[in-house]
């Protein structure tokens, strides 16, 4: 996948292209380091590897160089990213594995235990944005869904409860509060008393679940607000680094 992609950056623009990478700001050196290892295995002059909430915090439009804390989370796929950023740079981090995808695979269990339906996982992200986090509802709603039965192979269609899709989707949601709580608990007074006076960006598709910015308000007690187009920051982010990457000394040859 990443040949293609640098083939045809190669093709419209230059032979052997730069590339910037975001990582999840707990990405161990290993890690770091095959990531880096593979891009390069794609063709490419050079890599630079930052980390994925301070491309999110650029692309939000977030005046890093305010010289108070500002707190930014990023419920991607895969990964939820919280991070202060003060002066210019990241003075603390913390992510959990527990984001949309988890969201999505909650929906999937639900489907197969209750109506013995296997969904795609586009069609459990379709329940997921309809149905949203945490609205409390009627315990009879329900939402159709669309598979394959689990033992006749067939295509078809079946009610699942929301409230038990919910449920699963609680313990997701738990773990990516959990993080932020416990993340805010342990920034230094100082900067969290910072923190707290001023508002927190949401970014990544996380942000655009119904629900969730409430939820996270009402769990932190912080002021969050969402820039336009969430989905979007790091790509925006990560595009206004770039041409400031060999000035930063950020490439990796
Ligand atoms: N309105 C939306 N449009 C597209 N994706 C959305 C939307 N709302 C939530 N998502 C979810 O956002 C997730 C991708 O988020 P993103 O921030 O791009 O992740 P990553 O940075 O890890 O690639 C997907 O799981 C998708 O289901
Ligand atoms: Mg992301």
């Given at each position: 996948?990443?040949?293609?992609?640098?083939?045809?950056?190669?093709?419209?623009?230059?032979?052997?292209?730069?590339?910037?990478?975001?990582?999840?700001s707990?990405?161990?050196?290993?890690?770091?380091?095959?990531?880096?290892?593979?891009?390069?295995?794609?063709?490419?002059?050079?890599?630079?590897?930052i980390p994925?909430p301070l491309a999110a915090a650029i692309?939000?439009?977030m005046d890093l160089s305010l010289p108070y804390g500002q707190l930014i989370?990023?419920?991607?796929?895969?990964?939820?990213?919280c991070a202060v950023i003060q002066s210019g740079e990241l003075v603390a981090t913390?992510?959990?594995?527990?984001?949309?995808?988890?969201?999505?695979?909650?929906?999937?269990?639900?489907?197969?235990?209750?109506?013995?339906?296997?969904?795609?996982?586009?069609?459990?992200?379709?329940?997921?944005?309809?149905?949203?986090?945490?609205?409390?509802?009627?315990?009879?709603?329900?939402?159709?869904?669309?598979?394959?039965?689990?033992?006749?192979?067939?295509?078809?269609?079946?009610?699942?409860?929301?409230?038990?899709?919910?449920?699963?989707?609680?313990?997701?949601?738990?773990?990516?509060?959990?993080?932020?709580?416990?993340?805010?608990?342990?920034l230094p007074?100082?900067l969290?008393?910072q923190v707290?006076?001023?508002?927190?960006?949401?970014?990544?598709?996380?942000?655009?679940?119904?629900?969730?910015?409430?939820?996270?308000?009402?769990?932190?007690?912080?002021?969050?607000?969402?820039?336009?187009?969430?989905?979007?920051?790091?790509?925006?982010g990560?595009?206004?680094v770039?041409?400031n990457?060999?000035?930063a000394g950020l490439?990796?040859?």
């Amino acid at each position: 996948m990443l040949k293609l992609l640098v083939d045809r950056a190669r093709y419209f623009h230059l032979s052997r292209p730069r590339v910037l990478v975001c990582a999840p700001s707990d990405a161990s050196p290993e890690e770091r380091e095959a990531l880096i290892e593979s891009v390069r295995g794609a063709g490419v002059s050079s890599v630079a590897v930052i980390p994925e909430p301070l491309a999110a915090a650029i692309g939000a439009g977030m005046d890093l160089s305010l010289p108070y804390g500002q707190l930014i989370v990023d419920i991607g796929e895969g990964v939820t990213d919280c991070a202060v950023i003060q002066s210019g740079e990241l003075v603390a981090t913390a992510a959990v594995r527990a984001a949309c995808s988890d969201l999505h695979e909650a929906v999937q269990q639900v489907a197969l235990r209750e109506c013995g339906l296997v969904l795609s996982r586009t069609e459990a992200e379709r329940i997921t944005l309809g149905v949203g986090i945490g609205t409390a509802r009627d315990p009879a709603s329900a939402v159709v869904a669309e598979g394959i039965g689990a033992i006749d192979g067939r295509l078809g269609a079946a009610s699942v409860p929301i409230p038990a899709i919910e449920e699963a989707q609680n313990l997701v949601v738990d773990r990516i509060l959990e993080t932020i709580l416990a993340f805010l608990k342990d920034l230094p007074a100082s900067l969290g008393a910072q923190v707290i006076d001023n508002p927190a960006r949401l970014t990544g598709g996380g942000a655009l679940l119904r629900g969730m910015v409430d939820l996270i308000s009402a769990n932190t007690g912080l002021c969050v607000t969402v820039p336009d187009d969430p989905l979007g920051a790091v790509i925006r982010g990560s595009r206004r680094v770039l041409p400031n990457v060999p000035l930063a000394g950020l490439w990796v040859n």
